[in-house]
């Protein structure tokens, strides 16, 4: 699969990423709201992991714009 983590705590996204690429699967890295919106809209991902809490825009208004544009 190819995933989407958005998450800023890079201690905690460098973790998540490697062990994700151990079980085979791809992971795109984004550390800011913004950057994983704009990682969403212009990739193909088969599934996005969102924190909720992240600089400059939030996980929930990441996922409502997400939803808005389809």
């Known amino acids: 699969m190819k995933l989407l983590l958005v998450e800023d ?7 998540v990423c490697r062990g994700l690429a151990e079980l085979g699967h791809a992971v795109d890295h984004a550390a800011t709201g913004v950057d994983g919106l704009t990682a969403a809209l212009v990739g193909v991902h088969d ?7 992240l ?8 996922l409502t714009a997400l939803r808005a544009q389809g």
Not at 9 to 15: E, F, I, K, P, Q
Not at 55 to 62: H, M
Request: hydrophobic share 45%; no cysteine; glycine share 4%.
């Open 55 to 62: 600089p400059e825009l939030d996980g929930l208004a990441v």
């Open 9 to 15: 705590d890079a201690t905690t996204a460098d973790y």
């Open 47 to 53: 599934a996005i992991i969102l924190d909720r809490n």
